[in-house]
């Protein structure tokens, strides 16, 4: 399949009483330097109300297709609608609207397997209202995951400086021994390697494997994990050609003596890796989703309901999504054949 030189970018509008419609407005009308074609999925009328209560200049035009929608000019944008059901309020979540905010994940998704746009960009959702409208949803990432026949989606947080993808999710604590497998820890790497590689254009990248165990287990006296899981998976894949290091103690791997070394760093649970890269990179980090065979980017932050409307919600992670789905993108293209 070719690709035209620059890219179709399609952007999920997420929970319109949340901050996601003013994130999108915001970025799309005074970020002036996006090199894409750029569509939006979501309620025009919702899109215009708010870009009312912001005091946008902004001009909203409905499309059916990404085909006709040019280069992105700020304060033009192009919406692809999935309308509500029930009038929005900004700050009150209404379950009716659940079906909506769905179309909206999924126009952007079939858009992607159709080969009609290169990377999706997704605003925030809020779950409990997805799942009392009727729908039952974990997350943006299983969902999409699930449309796109993905058996294992690979989360990775990434600002300018670091990169962290996770072994385990959102699960107990008290349940990550047990899910830390050779197997897991195989496809996953295999897929950082591969997806790193190619979003980033970073052949075989350096990753950092972190110890599960405080030390590392050290030497198996504080944990056997190290010893029986994570290093002998390490080692076989060491040995087929990927350039891995560990496992490291979190303490150490996350100083910028080691840091350096590294394109990416792989933590065992969720709050071993995500406090470390939030505090360091945030309103500039983006969750992007590997193991898909589509491009999909994120914000790193929830609806916030209380700024809807406001004027007051940071559009800055939605810039960094946006402006890197469409590098991902461009590399996409210069290794398609």
Request: with cysteine; net charge negative.
């Amino acid at each position: 399949m070719s690709y035209p030189p620059i890219p179709v970018i399609v952007v999920s509008s997420g929970e319109p009483a949340g901050i996601g419609p003013d994130i999108v407005l915001d970025a799309l009308t005074n970020e002036p330097n996006l090199d894409a074609c750029i569509s939006v999925t979501g309620d025009p009328a919702v899109l215009r109300e708010r870009a009312v209560c912001l005091g946008l200049d902004v001009c909203i035009r409905e499309t059916d297709s990404t085909a006709s929608v040019p280069v992105h000019q700020p304060g033009q944008i192009h919406v692809i609608p999935a309308p509500v059901s029930a009038r929005v309020v900004p700050g009150t979540l209404n379950p009716e609207n659940a079906a909506s905010v769905i179309e909206c994940i999924d126009l952007a998704t079939r858009l992607c397997l159709q080969g009609k746009a290169r990377a999706m960009v997704t605003a925030p959702v809020h779950k409990a209202a997805i799942n009392d409208g009727g729908i039952a949803f974990q997350g943006h990432t299983e969902w999409i995951a699930k449309r796109t026949g993905c058996v294992l989606p690979v989360m990775m947080l990434a600002s300018p400086a670091l990169r962290v993808c996770l072994a385990t999710t959102h699960i107990p604590l008290s349940a990550v021994p047990s899910a830390i497998t050779h197997d897991l820890l195989t496809r996953i790497l295999r897929i950082m390697d591969r997806d790193i590689g190619a979003l980033y254009g970073i052949p075989h990248p350096e990753i950092c494997v972190l110890g599960l165990n405080p030390h590392a287990g050290e030497n198996g006296y504080l944990g056997r994990e190290e010893l029986d899981t994570i290093i002998p998976a390490l080692n076989s894949l060491k040995a087929s050609g990927l350039r891995l290091t560990g496992p490291l103690p979190a303490d150490t791997a996350f100083t910028e003596h080691h840091l350096h070394r590294f394109d990416a760093v792989l933590a065992m649970y969720h709050d071993q890796g995500l406090p470390v890269i939030k505090h360091q990179g945030f309103g500039e980090i983006v969750n992007v989703t590997l193991g898909l065979p589509i491009v999909r980017t994120s914000v790193d932050h929830g609806t916030a309901l209380d700024l809807a409307a406001t004027g007051r919600a940071s559009a800055s992670s939605m810039v960094s999504a946006i402006r890197l789905a469409i590098g991902f993108a461009h590399n996409r293209v210069s290794e398609s054949p």
